[in-house]
């Protein structure tokens, strides 16, 4: 087999294996209320459906691109793939929701280990730098269009096929790129002696695991639990234990040196933003499209569908902008349009048209898909390849906490407006203390209808009520969302030195 045709096989096999790994961050999330009713789960069990997979996927990202460096990536990368595919599985024939919540964990260390190692495959595969901006670009249009994708397919396979369907997608996707990787992927490895970095390998799970439980939790309204507490606190300490070990240790996890570049550490803290943006706008605009304009899981997830388009066109056009203009200037468009498009939000209201929103989320997933792109290659190509591994971890490792960070502090924005709001709402009515209680509860579970509630609140009243606390809380969440865009795009004005756009076309 021609070079040509290994590089568009390995390319597709990596593309299948972070399309899945990706598209399930999102799209369980449709498939809640059936898996509810089927299995009998409560609150707290489907909660654990979500966490079970984000606590892992997060928690490992960094010892699976490590491990990659150590023993070979593409060993790596197939066993992270089989752990994947069959545990996706056991989570489609899982007939109770202890089975369910073991394979979604396990599908969590699937992705940890999977992840990385295809970046990692990919700029051992693509060594021009043409085309690994490309392949790279389109690396991260897939990744982007399963994120974005996963409330729009989610629905759609859950309204026809069923829960389980949203699990047993995955089993062909993993099939054809382990066959791919198999035939098409040689083996690299780094060929200086390496041991795992046993006290840095613990506690950097244990720091991660611990900041995105505490955070999965704020997302159920515990900031001020005392677990939650506990929990920053042991990630604050074994994070700070973690970076002492790893500052004196002669083969890092992490090797700290990489954040003494100035570009890989600004790529990291603007991916960080990126995805806090993203991820935040997704989970926000979900709940206004079906909680306030009423639209079905799956009208409400087609309405993404410019969206998407968008941020995959972006991607691939940000490839051929990288090359001719220099990333730096690519990912600062992007974060100016996204930025700019996403504050244009705080104008809508609860009966704002669609086609009002639409050409918004054209704009902000257009720059979104910018930068994406651009920010892996530079920071790929600002390391040795012999620590691509690890680079990819850290990345991933960025994305998934940006993630975690936008719908938990977002979340937590969104409901405490739509609280205070609702308070206002429900004093005017005077109603007594302990029934406004029940009713801001209610209405924060996503509650649309006040007849079994009270009988002279009208549903049209209790509608705009809580139609209107909700778009308070967006209007506060869409500014932050923009604010953290447009800091991405200042801090690479900043810090990254504009000379880095002469070497920018040699090493991008």
């Known amino acids: 087999?021609?070079?040509?045709?290994?590089?568009?096989?390995?390319?597709?096999?990596?593309?299948?294996?972070?399309?899945?790994?990706?598209?399930?961050?999102?799209?369980?999330?449709?498939?809640?209320?059936?898996?509810?009713?089927?299995?009998?789960?409560?609150?707290s069990g489907l909660q654990w459906i979500l966490n079970a997979y984000t606590l892992p996927a997060a928690s490992l990202v960094l010892t699976g691109g490590k491990l990659g460096d150590i023993y070979g990536r593409k060993r790596v990368f197939l066993t992270g793939l089989v752990i994947f595919t069959i545990a996706s599985a056991v989570c489609g024939l899982a007939p109770n929701l202890d089975i369910l919540i073991a394979g979604r964990t396990f599908q969590g260390i699937g992705a940890a280990v999977l992840v990385p190692g295809s970046l990692a495959i990919i700029a051992d595969t693509f060594l021009k730098p043409k085309e690994k901006v490309k392949a790279i670009a389109i690396w991260s249009a897939i990744s982007g269009l399963a994120l974005v994708a996963g409330p729009m397919l989610g629905g759609l396979l859950v309204d026809i096929f069923g829960w389980q369907s949203v699990f047993f997608l995955n089993v062909p996707l993993g099939a054809i790129a382990f066959c791919l990787?198999?035939?098409?992927?040689?083996?690299?490895?780094?060929?200086?002696?390496?041991?795992?970095?046993?006290?840095g390998l613990v506690l950097s799970i244990i720091s991660l695991a611990?900041?995105?439980?505490?955070?999965?939790?704020?997302?159920?309204g515990?900031?001020?639990?005392?677990?939650?507490?506990?929990?920053?606190?042991?990630?604050?300490?074994?994070?700070?234990?973690f970076l002492i070990i790893e500052s004196y240790s002669s083969h890092p996890m992490l090797p700290l040196k990489l954040f003494q570049n100035s570009t890989f550490a600004v790529v990291n803290v603007v991916q960080v933003l990126v995805f806090f943006a993203i991820v935040s706008l997704l989970f926000i605009f979900s709940?206004?499209?079906?909680?306030?304009?009423?639209?079905?899981?799956?009208?409400?997830?087609?309405?993404?569908?410019?969206?998407?388009?968008?941020?995959?066109?972006?991607?691939?056009?940000?490839?051929?902008?990288?090359?001719?203009l220099g990333w730096r200037f690519t990912v600062m468009?992007?974060?100016?349009?996204?930025?700019?498009?996403?504050?244009?939000?705080?104008?809508?209201?609860?009966?704002?048209?669609?086609?009002?929103?639409?050409w918004k989320l054209v704009l902000s997933g257009f720059g979104a898909g910018l930068t994406?792109?651009?920010?892996?290659?530079?920071a790929m190509s600002s390391v040795p390849p012999t620590q691509a591994g690890i680079t990819s971890a850290i990345l991933n490792t960025c994305a998934r906490l940006g993630g975690v960070l936008g719908i938990a502090i977002q979340g937590t924005i969104l409901t405490q407006r739509l609280a205070s709001e609702m308070k206002r709402s429900l004093f005017s009515w005077n109603l007594p203390a302990n029934l406004q209680g029940k009713l801001i509860t209610y209405a924060l579970h996503g509650g649309t209808q006040s007849n079994n509630l009270l009988a002279n609140i009208t549903p049209s009243a209790w509608h705009q009520a809580t139609g209107n606390a909700f778009i308070s809380g967006l209007h506060i969440a869409v500014l932050v969302a923009s604010f953290a865009l447009l800091a991405g795009a200042l801090l690479i004005l900043v810090f990254v030195n504009r000379v880095t756009k002469k070497v920018e076309k040699e090493q991008i």
């Not at 920053?232 to 300490?237: D, P």
């Not at 941020?311 to 691939?316: K, P, R, T, Y």
């Not at 996204?338 to 009002?356: D, H, Q, R, V």
């Open 1 to 43: 087999m021609n070079q040509t045709r290994v590089k568009v096989f390995t390319l597709a096999a990596m593309c299948f294996a972070l399309f899945m790994s990706y598209l399930d961050d999102t799209v369980v999330n449709l498939a809640l209320p059936k898996i509810q009713m089927s299995l009998g789960a409560d609150v």
């Open 181 to 199: 990787t198999c035939y098409v992927v040689k083996e690299v490895r780094n060929q200086s002696k390496q041991s795992i970095d046993l006290p």
């Open 210 to 220: 611990s900041l995105t439980y505490a955070l999965t939790e704020s997302n159920a």
């Open 222 to 241: 515990v900031w001020q639990s005392p677990l939650a507490m506990w929990l920053l606190l042991v990630a604050g300490l074994s994070f700070l234990v």
């Open 287 to 324: 709940l206004f499209l079906q909680q306030v304009q009423g639209y079905s899981a799956a009208a409400a997830g087609l309405r993404f569908l410019p969206l998407n388009g968008a941020f995959v066109i972006a991607s691939l056009v940000s490839g051929w902008l990288t090359v001719r």
């Open 333 to 358: 468009a992007g974060l100016i349009l996204a930025g700019l498009a996403t504050f244009s939000f705080i104008g809508i209201s609860t009966n704002t048209e669609y086609g009002a929103i639409c």
């Open 372 to 378: 994406l792109a651009p920010l892996t290659a530079a």
